[in-house]
């Protein structure tokens, strides 16, 4: 690999693509955990290559070669959710329309799928954004965190203390149904 990184800083561009061959799956791999959306992955992954290209010099150590790139890829991926999900304000718009979400049981019901609609009409705008978040779109706390710019604290009590609401007012839901019958 040094000899590639030294070939590479002499000008020979089939150097870096060896080096870049040796490395893409990583890439990957690491784009795909950060990024959900191939198009995204791919831009994330293309910036990287062309950034690695030109400050190959400023790597000091050419067996961390492989370390070097993927924290490149990282501030990539963290630069295109950025600008993606924070910048556009897309969850300050956040509409969720008739949803029905497969449950893992989040709320201990029996039920294989709920109408997630009728049940955020009984939550406030926060709670509604905070669990539209973690449980459609798979965000964990931390993530949810950076979004929002709330403490990851404050999201994880959250959602706790809305878990608890909503098991409340389907507990007695049931209770209003079996009484009916």
Same mark, same amino acid.
């Given at each position: ?21 040796? +490395? ?16 995204? +992955? ?18 000091? $150590? ?12 990282? !501030? ?31 709320? !201990? ?17 926060? $709670? ?54």
């Amino acid at each position: 690999m040094e000899e590639l990184i030294k070939n590479t800083l002499n000008g020979d561009k089939h150097s870096f693509e060896v080096l870049i061959d040796s +490395v893409k799956s990583d890439l990957y791999r690491v784009a795909q955990a950060k990024l959900k959306n191939l198009d995204d +992955v791919n831009d994330a992954i293309q910036e990287t290559i062309f950034k690695a290209f030109d400050k190959l010099h400023t790597l000091k $150590e050419p067996k961390l070669f492989k370390t070097w790139i993927i924290r490149i890829l990282i !501030n990539e991926c963290n630069i295109i959710y950025r600008k993606k999900y924070r910048q556009t304000k897309i969850f300050n718009k956040l509409s969720i329309s008739k949803t029905t979400v497969e449950i893992a049981n989040p709320f !201990n019901i029996t039920e294989d799928k709920i109408d997630f609609d009728i049940l955020l009409k009984h939550l406030n705008e926060k $709670e509604q954004l905070i669990l539209a978040l973690h449980y459609n779109s798979k965000y964990t706390p931390d993530e949810i965190s950076d979004i929002l710019g709330i403490n990851a604290n404050t999201i994880k009590s959250t959602i706790y203390r809305t878990k608890q609401k909503l098991r409340k007012y389907l507990e007695k839901e049931e209770l209003d149904n079996e009484s009916r019958k």
